[in-house]
Each structure stands twice: as C-alpha cells, then as structure tokens.
C-alpha cells in the first residue's frame, strides 16, 4: 500500500544535541509537509516543499531546518533541541495534481515523538 | 484573521447513541472544509471533506458531516456511536482561493462509553 513512513517513531536526545527526523513517501505526491504537535494541540504548520520549492513558515525557529534530496525523501533536521521542542513530529504528503488541488486530502505519517533530557 | 473553532475539548457518548462533534469558521469565501481523525500516538487520518453540492458529506466509518453555510458551521455526525471512534477529531479549513494552508481547528477528544 501506497504511504507514508516516519522514522524513527520514537527519539530520545539530550538538550542541545541535533537530531534528525526523516520521512518517505510511496504516493509520488509533490508536496511534502512538517508539522509540530504538542499534547493533542492541533498541528503547527513548520514549513512545507512544494515540488523542490522550500517554504519557511514565518514563526518557525531558524533552530528547524528541513531537506528533500527527491521527491519519496524529506528530513526535518532540529539543530539544537531545547525542553520546548519536544512534541511529535507529523509529516504529510498531498498532491497539487489538479485544478482543485486545494481540495486535495493530507496523507499523515504515523508521526516521530521526539523526548528531550 | 481567519479561524476554526471547535468548542468543546471533550464529547462524552455512550455507545449506540448518536454523536456531534462542533466545528465553526471564520474563512472568507466559501473555503474547502475538512475533517481528520487522531488515535493515540497516530498520525491524523483524514474522514471526510466538503467541496461543493450536497450538504451533507458521507465519509470513512460511517461518519458524516453537514455544511451550514448561514452558520458557517461543519459540525462531524454518525448515528451510532462505537467504542472504537473514541479519537482526537480535528477540524480543518481550507481557503479555495489562496495558497494559505489549512487552518486546524483546537481538537476535540471524543470518548465513548460502554
């Protein structure tokens, strides 16, 4: 089945020490997404790739960078995590295919919960 | 500025009754409406959407949800409530004119009883 996978699931780091996350996609979607979600909040948007173009949300810490080397691959790179970084990690995919592209559903990762000591 | 509220942080069921999960708006236009699903430690699962026409929009396990453009309101229905669809329900919206990306509601955590 076509889908998204987030690894690893679960990141124990230690403040201060990088960590990255990555994300891969067997739905050929051209747009790939990072979210931020703290306790059951709803997802913050972090930043998204439209095709190879990288768009930064205003509000996301320079701390957060991100990578996609192709299209199936997107890395979500924290450089130095602090206590307030700690959250779970969405990735998610849509495609922008169609003239209703805004219409188009997200396809979620199982998530990556990050434990900063 | 554009938000989505859902008003209640938790909706208590009792299985076999009907539930309602609340969602409003506040999007110019007639935005695209969304509604996903979160089981714990899961990633969201998407369970419906409204485009245009019918009101009343079926989606996965047997939810459904009705648009109410005079309320501006999307609120998640199903007629009989399973242990199972105990879940974290998040509301989304979506301006069809723009490149903004969705707007999430807060959540609502659904819990049904035995």
């Known amino acids: 089945d076509a889908m998204v996978i987030q690894n690893p699931r679960y990141q124990v780091t230690q403040f201060g020490k990088p960590v990255t996350l990555s994300c891969s996609q067997t739905l050929n979607h051209n747009v790939m997404y990072w979210y931020q979600q703290k306790s059951s909040q709803a997802p913050k948007l972090l930043f998204h790739?439209?095709?190879?173009?990288?768009?930064n949300e205003a509000d996301t810490p320079d701390n957060f960078q991100s990578r996609r080397p192709n299209t199936s691959f997107c890395f979500l790179d924290i450089r130095s995590p602090g206590l307030g970084d700690a959250a779970m990690y969405l990735c998610a995919t849509s495609s922008s295919g169609t003239s209703l592209w805004r219409a188009n559903v997200l396809t979620f990762g199982a998530g990556s919960r990050l434990t900063v000591l | 500025a554009q938000s989505v509220a859902q008003p209640e942080d938790q909706v208590n069921v009792a299985e076999g009754n009907p539930l309602t999960v609340k969602c409003t708006y506040s999007v110019s236009g007639n935005p695209y409406l969304f509604w996903y699903v979160q089981y714990p430690n899961r990633g969201l699962q998407f369970l419906l959407k409204y485009i245009t026409g019918d009101n009343l929009v079926k989606g996965s396990y047997g939810f459904e949800a009705e648009f109410n453009k005079s309320q501006t309101s999307f609120h998640l229905k199903k007629p009989s409530a399973l242990v199972s669809d105990s879940a974290l329900y998040f509301c989304?919206?979506?301006?069809?004119?723009?490149?903004?990306?969705?707007?999430w509601g807060a959540g609502t955590k659904l819990i049904i009883k035995p």
């Open positions: 989304a919206v979506r301006d069809r004119g723009s490149n903004y990306q969705l707007i």
């Open positions: 790739y439209y095709d190879k173009d990288f768009n």
